[in-house]
């Protein structure tokens, strides 16, 4: 699948943004792991915490995780109005 | 021979009959820990589950006049092959079979941690959900209904809050009665997504028959679907080949199914959910979100830790230094004063290898103790309170040099005080690559052994200028581990790096009781494992120390100490220095005891002056640098081999700091002499 303009990575949401999970791209055991923490297409995510660089921190299913920029960048989510 | 193995299986059989196994099932950060130190106290033991790295917690308890078998099963988050704690957790239940199953749930997070129970209704064991940390929940404003959540998910649930011993009774009754058959279980299992329920059945039609003990075949055909290397490795060596081919066929078809399968688990969670928490979760915000705005930060978090850190090494240094002064000068050097009264009149080589071997070795590990149980205590509180992670989240980029990720942070830090539990420590680095590099760098971290030898050779030296040269080295260290990092990283690992993926739990009260366990049984294995290596090693120095003719001088480590110093001129070391380097091996701290042998001053009070007096600055500071990167201690040798498992990862390691200490010795000495020292 190739991005279209509504679809964002989620390292690009900025701090207090939200966003729904639309796919995920990169390896399979990666997507593994995010699935059991509770990344799953739909499920909306909270960005607790982006600077821009470095780690970021979400927040899904009432949870919080961190992860690597690296990792969030294959993370496809749409941005949420408002 | 075949008798006794017949003996040992029947016994087992019995042991069973009379004691139900159960297994405490949880993801990490539900508390499962606090409540299996509640149930088993100190009638525990830690091991390693058979090879592998992982530890292995087991227990067991009474509850009305009867023994229960208690094993805490690795905290994961799912029970797909991700890692070998999940393989652990699955294999376990499958071929161990528990009698019962008790999944311990966050209630203050039932979303999340309510995705492992998914995964553990469809195996073929009966289950007990432990509903924990109802006091989170409750102060963070929600309400839940024990009972609704039974009646829809299908099994008996229990409120509970392990950290305030609340409802256990009620757990361990809840245990007999599904133990005595009184209590039916029957869960609803989450459903696939409809779009992958043919695929499910065509791989179930496929496989049934061919699946290998112990495995139910729906659970396996979901595992492939869900990709599951090792079930798939599993199959397609079960299967006949015109099967697997089929079985394949409709895997490639549905190569997104592992998130329809996790979608439909949440699906499933999520109508547990709705029905049974009357009142959600408030849209406060949390001191949790409070507190991470500083601890998380990019950089008020790592002024935060540089502070926490420093706090730790001040404890260790104002309660631990002196303990182990005293424990030195009057317990070790007490009884070893005893001792050789005792044997004034046994043979030399008695009274020898009681006082310097045993009793020294013996002495090494007790003096160690005070700062290790501090280190331990003080991990054990940064741990339980959650804020370890926010350690590893705000050194992740810093670790990326190394091609790391925060997660190597902690058992680099634990380096400070040993390397040993440093090495152990590596266990939470996810994968295997990045473990192995932490573990060979782990080493560069330097302990309080080798800062005491450079506490005391640096006054003597330096004088007022020695709290300068300490920190230099220790920042010196800091750079040296850097930089073989990422070298190494290149080099071996071809710089690739692992996801780093990690929860942020929330922020709570340290619990005595956790902690206090861990530190008992962090020490006890410490003790157990350092001590008998340091003790055996202590033995075998104190021998090639006085054979073959009785005496230190014409000893076969003089003669080695001798035949290498041509290495040790080119760091500026005579062969006084290079034994004493070399001694350095089986403990850090015991090369200024060599040095006294040597000159000839039992107790160290003079040393200090004669050393002085016999050394230029050069071959000081020389000295101290190769002290610093010689190769690691006996003990954390030991247990390189065995979380490596390869003898070949652990004489890399040995070669690897032999090269850096000669080569950043040489460096530093003839630096030195050109600057005129």
Same mark, same amino acid.
């Given at each position: 699948m190739t991005p279209k303009s509504n679809q964002i990575p989620l390292a690009d949401l900025t701090t207090g943004e939200e966003g729904s999970i639309l796919f995920f791209t990169g390896g399979r055991s990666v997507t593994t792991r995010l699935a059991s923490l509770g990344?799953?297409? @739909?499920a909306r995510v909270d960005?607790?915490?982006?600077? @821009?660089?470095g780690p970021l921190i979400v927040t899904v299913r009432g949870t919080q995780v961190a992860l690597g920029r690296g990792e969030a960048a294959r993370i496809f989510v749409e941005r949420s109005a408002g | 021979m075949s008798d006794c193995h017949e003996t040992s299986a029947s016994t087992r059989v019995i042991v069973r009959e009379k004691m139900p196994l159960i297994a405490l099932a949880g993801q990490p950060n539900v508390g499962k820990s606090t409540l299996f130190n509640l149930l088993t106290g100190l009638n525990q033991h830690v091991g390693n589950w058979p090879g592998k790295t992982v530890e292995r917690r087991e227990g067991s308890f009474i509850f009305d006049d009867r023994s229960y078998g208690l094993v805490d099963l690795p905290g994961t988050?799912?029970?797909?092959?991700?890692?070998p704690e999940e393989v652990i957790a699955r294999e376990f239940i499958l071929?161990?079979?528990?009698?019962v199953v008790v999944a311990v749930v966050n209630a203050a997070n039932l979303e999340r941690s309510l995705y492992l129970v998914a995964e553990l209704v469809a195996l073929p064991t009966p289950i007990i959900v432990a509903l924990n940390m109802m006091d989170v929940a409750a102060q963070e404003g929600m309400r839940i209904e024990p009972e609704v959540l039974e009646a829809a998910l299908g099994v008996p649930v229990v409120p509970m809050t392990a950290t305030r011993t609340a409802g256990t009774r009620e757990l361990l009754r809840l245990l007999r009665e599904t133990l005595d058959g009184h209590r039916l279980t029957n869960p609803r299992q989450p459903e696939i997504r409809a779009d992958h329920r043919a695929a499910l059945d065509e791989i179930t039609r496929c496989i049934i028959g061919h699946v290998?003990?112990?495995?139910p075949a729906e659970w396996i055909a979901l595992k492939l679907l869900e990709g599951d290397a090792e079930i798939t490795r599993t199959i397609q060596n079960a299967l006949p080949p015109e099967k697997w081919e089929a079985v394949y066929a409709v895997l490639r078809q549905h190569d997104d199914a592992l998130l329809a399968v996790a979608s439909g688990r949440y699906e499933w969670i999520g109508r547990m959910v709705r029905a049974a928490v009357v009142q959600p979760r408030m849209g406060q915000i949390t001191w949790t979100k409070q507190l991470d705005r500083w601890a998380a930060h990019p950089f008020w978090g790592m002024a935060i830790l540089a502070g926490i850190l420093g706090l730790v090494f001040w404890l260790t240094f104002t309660i631990g230094s002196p303990v182990q002064g005293w424990l030195d000068t009057q317990v070790v050097g007490g009884l070893s004063n005893l001792a050789g009264q005792m044997l004034a009149n046994a043979p030399f080589w008695l009274k020898g290898l009681i006082v310097d071997g045993v009793l020294g070795g013996a002495g090494a590990v007790i003096t160690f103790l005070p700062i290790m149980v501090i280190f331990f205590a003080a991990f054990g509180v940064l741990e339980d309170t959650g804020y370890m992670a926010r350690a590893a989240y705000v050194m992740d980029n810093l670790m990326h040099l190394m091609g790391l990720h925060g997660k190597s942070f902690l058992p680099l830090f634990l380096g400070f005080g040993c390397n040993v539990p440093a090495v152990m420590g590596t266990r939470v680095v996810d994968s295997k690559p990045a473990r192995l590099l932490t573990i060979l760098i782990a080493?560069?971290?330097?302990?309080t052994a080798r800062m005491a030898v450079v506490a005391f050779l640096a006054p003597a030296f330096f004088g007022p200028k020695a709290l300068l040269v300490s920190w230099t080295l220790v920042l010196f260290s800091i750079i040296i581990l850097v930089l073989s990092g990422s070298l190494l990283n290149q080099v071996i690992f071809k710089g690739q790096r692992s996801a780093f993926i990690m929860e942020m739990p929330l922020y709570h009260l340290p619990n005595t009781r956790t902690i206090g366990l861990l530190v008992w049984q962090r020490s006890l294995s410490f003790v157990k494992k350092a001590g008998t290596n340091i003790l055996a090693m202590a033995v075998v120095i104190w021998a090639l120390s006085v054979l073959p003719n009785g005496d230190f001088g014409t000893s076969y480590l003089i003669q080695f100490g001798k035949w290498v110093a041509p290495v040790g001129r080119w760091m500026g070391l005579d062969w006084r220095l290079t034994v004493a380097l070399i001694t350095s091996f089986p403990a850090k701290e015991n090369s200024i005891a060599t040095l006294g042998v040597i000159f000839g001053s039992s107790r160290t009070a003079g040393l200090a002056q004669t050393l002085t007096s016999t050394y230029s600055t050069a071959s000081a500071l020389s000295f101290l640098v190769a002290t610093m990167f010689f190769i690691p201690c006996m003990a954390t040798v030991a247990v390189i081999r065995q979380e490596t498992n390869s003898w070949g990862w652990t004489l890399l390691n040995i070669g690897l700091f032999l090269v850096i200490s000669i080569v950043a010795a040489s460096g530093v000495y003839h630096l030195a002499l050109a600057v005129g020292l």
């Open positions: 990344f799953t297409p @739909g960005m607790t915490q982006n600077y @821009g660089r | 988050y799912s029970l797909t092959a991700n890692s071929r161990e079979r528990p009698d290998p003990e112990p495995y080493p560069l971290v330097p302990c």
